[in-house]
């Protein structure tokens, strides 16, 4: 079991004797059951952490804005940050380092072991608890969550629970740390691509009616641009002003932007931007989930990605977020990469 | 006017309202969302709140302004395209979003209306349901101004007394409403009022999170513009729109020209919703950025709300609907943030 203990005492002598400028891990939320992220700087408030399965945001979203804020910092703070980190989180990490976007000296990483169960979905939780607001959620290693609402204690099957990623999940302990919290315990794992099957049995025109619908719903806040690890573009496609622009540029370079996607929500520019993104992600998406979690309007965003991850490993046998040394899919060829789709 | 009406009759005035569109809250997967409803038997009122408030039918995310083209012989042409709609009707608005609207009433009007928002706020009649419960564990109207069976905004209010409503008409347009079926209203008798009387004093009681002495917010911001404190707390901050776009008072937008063809020219000039919390917002043409991070991004959203709102209107520009917190991907949570600022360096 990952003792929380042991990650407090951890974090509290790396931030004691300034081996990382701060931490990033959890904390309890105030508005409800499940964690939120923390940033600890004071090694007296590292009693603030917590760890269990509430814990499902993926922390290395905020080695973004770390990065951007040492580039504003005149004399930055070269120290990494501690970042506590699950199996699934670690392998954004890893493609964070493929991609050269971070330095391995940059993040000191708490790696925490899922042991074979995962975290939860708020949703599906609340919907078994009827209305019943949960103080604390435990692992029973019975393969059951224990949720403690109102002093009663309520046992629910992981499998009930579980966030629909950890159902497919392909790494429960991280493939990249600097320190290991719990046991390496390997997971039985379901079939990978499962929860595309359903989609992808249906005709051509159905799938385009099922993706309208759920697309015509998007009011393009962009949470899941916003969350995603792997969206660290300066400059967006979607953004109405480039990033690029400086005092320097010209007015007729400013005047000539492309705008390739409108704001207006409807269903062409909310596709293009979907399908974009989509795109963008393929072969580095590590399906973290977090894009769909965060969808004020339950657009089932996680599939897109899903399913591109599918065609990576089954076109070019590709994984995702496992060796921080192998070149990235879209950057790298082999010669035996299938050709057939060029006409 | 005060009537009283069976619940058994309520689809009756529905279909009595045909004139209207009619909007209510309609459940698609988990989500509860305004909806043009088409027959009288698919409104259910007992949804808790809907993801957008119904600001998105008088303030629509996305408006036509006028369209452009080059005509024939080459000149350019503008029309002007103003809303026409029929008069619309939504039913189950929560206080807390009634009350969002006379806000923004006062942003799109005053000095200058703008037509387009008056256009459908005019012709738009707000029927209200009381929550006799919150509708969302963040709910914290008591603490702004609101309450759970606040008039404000409303044309009429309904409370769910059990087998009944208590039917409240407060404007013009809501007598018309009532009118269109008297029938079906019975006057209220004393056990009536007493239940109703009885179910507000409750619903009051069962709000559970409050921002402390609200009142002593707006001037502690004032000294906080500087503070690190923003920094701390935009510390999880990703720089979404959620809290924004959810939010039943915020109003700020963008418009843009929209080219269907460039030759022969066609388009259309269009208001689209934006937020202060996108790092483009306030973006310069020269590429300097005034609000260059998500501290001051955060600072900006609760100052408007809670400082320079109050300072212009008299009023909080929040009505305690909670749905920024709730949908917030990172738990940001103005009630802390608030009770935070209220303790700062104390």
Same mark, same amino acid.
């Given at each position: 079991?990952?003792?929380?203990?042991?990650?407090?005492?951890?974090?509290?002598?790396?931030?004691?004797?300034?081996?990382?400028?701060?931490?990033?891990? @959890?904390?309890?939320?105030?508005n409800?059951?499940?964690?939120v992220?923390? !940033?600890?700087?004071?090694?007296?408030?590292?009693?603030?952490?917590?760890?269990?399965?509430?814990?499902?945001?993926?922390?290395?979203?905020?080695?973004?804005?770390? $990065?951007?804020?040492?580039?504003?910092?005149?004399?930055?703070?070269?120290?990494?940050?501690?970042?506590?980190?699950?199996?699934?989180?670690?392998?954004?990490?890893?493609?964070?380092?493929?991609?050269?976007?971070?330095?391995?000296?940059?993040? &000191?990483?708490?790696?925490?072991?899922?042991?074979?169960?995962?975290?939860?979905?708020?949703?599906?939780?609340?919907?078994?608890? $009827?209305?019943?607001?949960?103080?604390?959620?435990?692992?029973?290693?019975?393969?059951?969550?224990?949720?403690?609402?109102?002093?009663?204690?309520?046992?629910?099957?992981?499998?009930?629970?579980?966030?629909?990623?950890?159902?497919?999940?392909?790494?429960?302990?991280?493939?990249? @740390?600097?320190?290991?919290?719990?046991?390496?315990?390997?997971?039985?794992?379901?079939?990978?691509?499962?929860?595309?099957?359903?989609?992808?049995? %249906? *005709?051509?025109?159905?799938?385009?009616?099922?993706?309208?619908?759920?697309?015509?719903r998007c009011i393009r806040c962009y949470a899941c641009r916003s969350v995603?690890?792997?969206? @660290?573009?300066?400059?967006c496609?979607v953004d109405t002003i480039?990033?690029?622009?400086?005092?320097?540029? *010209?007015?007729?370079?400013? *005047?000539?932007?492309?705008?390739?996607?409108?704001k207006s929500p =409807?269903?062409?520019?909310n !596709?293009?931007y979907?399908?974009?993104?989509?795109?963008?992600?393929?072969?580095?998406?590590?399906?973290?989930?977090?894009c769909?979690?965060v969808c004020p309007l339950d657009i +089932?965003?996680?599939?897109?990605?899903?399913?591109?991850?599918?065609?990576?490993?089954?076109?070019?046998?590709?994984?995702?977020?496992?060796?921080?040394?192998?070149?990235?899919?879209?950057?790298? !060829?082999?010669?035996?990469?299938?050709?057939?789709?060029?006409? | 006017?005060?009537?009283?009406?069976?619940?058994?009759?309520? +689809?009756?005035?529905?279909?009595?309202?045909?004139? &209207?569109?009619?909007?209510?809250?309609?459940?698609?997967?988990?989500l509860?969302n305004y909806? %043009?409803?088409?027959?009288?038997? =698919?409104?259910?009122?007992? &949804?808790?709140n809907t993801v957008l408030s119904p600001k998105k039918i008088i303030f629509p995310q996305r408006e036509?302004? %006028?369209? !452009?083209?080059?005509?024939?012989?080459?000149?350019?042409?503008?029309?002007?395209?103003?809303?026409?709609?029929?008069?619309?009707?939504?039913?189950?608005?929560r206080?807390c979003d009634a009350k969002a609207l006379t806000l923004t009433d006062q942003v799109f009007?005053?000095? /200058?209306?703008d037509? &387009?928002y008056?256009?459908?706020?005019?012709?738009?009649?707000?029927?209200? %349901?009381?929550?006799?419960?919150?509708?969302s #564990?963040n709910c914290f109207c008591?603490?702004v101004?609101g309450?759970?069976?606040?008039?404000?905004?409303?044309?009429?209010?309904?409370?769910?007394?059990?087998?009944?409503? @208590?039917?409240?008409?407060?404007?013009?347009?809501?007598?018309?409403?009532?009118?269109?079926?008297?029938?079906?209203?019975?006057?209220?008798?004393?056990? =009536?009022?007493?239940?109703?009387?009885?179910?507000?004093? *409750?619903?009051?009681?069962?709000?559970?999170?409050?921002i402390?002495?609200?009142?002593?917010i707006? #001037?502690?911001l004032?000294?906080?513009?500087?503070?690190? /404190?923003w920094?701390?707390e935009a510390m999880s901050c990703i720089r979404c729109g959620i809290c924004t776009y959810l939010c039943p008072t915020c109003h700020c937008f963008d418009i843009s020209?929209?080219?269907?063809?460039?030759?022969?020219?066609?388009?259309?000039?269009v208001r689209t919703w934006d937020t202060c919390q996108f790092p483009d917002f306030t973006m310069?043409?020269?590429?300097?950025n005034p609000r260059p991070d998500k501290a001051s991004r955060l600072r900006q959203r609760i100052l408007h709300k809670f400082q320079y709102f109050v300072?212009r209107y $008299?009023n909080y520009q929040c009505t305690g609907c909670g749905r920024c917190i709730s949908k917030c991907p990172v738990g940001i949570d103005i009630i802390e943030v608030l009770?935070?600022v209220?303790?700062?360096?104390?």
């Open positions: 079991m990952v003792n929380l203990e042991d990650l407090k005492k951890e974090a509290k002598m790396l931030l004691e004797e300034g081996k990382v400028k701060y931490i990033i891990g @959890y904390e309890r939320s105030t409800g059951l499940m964690s992220p923390a !940033f600890i700087k004071n090694p007296k408030n590292v009693e603030r952490l917590v760890w269990d399965p509430s814990c499902i945001y993926n922390l290395t979203r905020f080695l973004v804005d770390e $990065k951007r804020r040492k580039a504003r910092e005149k004399k930055p703070d070269t120290r990494p940050v501690g970042i506590v980190v699950k199996g699934c989180d670690s392998r954004a990490v890893v493609v964070l380092l493929q991609e050269k976007f971070i330095n391995r000296e940059d993040v &000191y990483i708490l790696g925490v072991s899922c042991e074979g169960t995962g975290v939860v979905d708020e949703k599906k939780l609340a919907e078994k608890l $009827k209305g019943k607001r949960p103080d604390k959620i435990e692992f029973d290693e019975k393969d059951n969550f224990i949720i403690t609402s109102n002093n009663e204690k309520i046992k629910i099957p992981a499998q009930e629970i579980l966030a629909e990623r950890c159902l497919e999940c392909r790494a429960s302990f991280p493939v990249i @740390y600097d320190e290991l919290l719990g046991e390496k315990v390997e997971r039985k794992s379901g079939e990978p691509f499962k929860s595309l099957e359903k989609i992808e049995s %249906l *005709a051509k025109e159905d799938r385009w009616a099922f993706w309208k619908e759920q697309l015509d995603c690890p792997m969206c @660290y573009c300066d400059e496609v480039s990033f690029a622009v400086t005092a320097d540029t *010209a007015a007729e370079e400013k *005047a000539q932007k492309i705008k390739w996607v409108e =409807d269903s062409s520019e !596709f293009v979907h399908l974009v993104r989509a795109i963008h992600l393929a072969g580095r998406c590590i399906d973290c989930g977090e769909e979690r +089932p965003i996680r599939f897109l990605n899903k399913k591109l991850e599918k065609e990576a490993k089954e076109l070019f046998d590709y994984d995702v977020g496992f060796d921080p040394e192998k070149p990235s899919l879209v950057s790298s !060829f082999k010669d035996e990469d299938p050709e057939d789709f060029i006409r | 006017m005060e009537k009283i009406l069976r619940k058994k009759s309520f +689809p009756q005035w529905v279909k009595k309202l045909e004139s &209207y569109r009619i909007y209510a809250p309609t459940k698609n997967g988990d509860w909806e %043009l409803i088409n027959h009288s038997e =698919d409104i259910n009122l007992d &949804y808790l036509t302004f %006028l369209e !452009f083209s080059t005509s024939n012989n080459g000149n350019p042409e503008i029309k002007e395209v103003l809303p026409e709609e029929d008069p619309s009707l939504v039913f189950g608005v206080p009007g005053g000095d /200058f209306d037509l &387009y008056w256009r459908r706020r005019n012709q738009t009649v707000l029927v209200g %349901l009381a929550c006799p419960t919150p509708p #564990p008591l603490s101004n309450s759970p069976h606040s008039k404000e905004g409303l044309d009429i209010l309904m409370s769910d007394l059990g087998d009944r409503y @208590y039917v409240e008409s407060l404007t013009e347009k809501g007598n018309k409403l009532l009118n269109l079926a008297k029938k079906l209203f019975e006057e209220p008798k004393a056990k =009536d009022k007493k239940d109703l009387e009885k179910i507000q004093l *409750a619903s009051e009681k069962k709000i559970k999170r409050q402390k002495e609200t009142k002593k707006p #001037p502690k004032k000294e906080m513009f500087d503070s690190p /404190f920094d701390e020209d929209e080219v269907l063809s460039s030759s022969p020219l066609e388009g259309k000039r310069h043409s020269s590429g300097h300072e $008299k009770n935070k209220r303790g700062y360096g104390t």
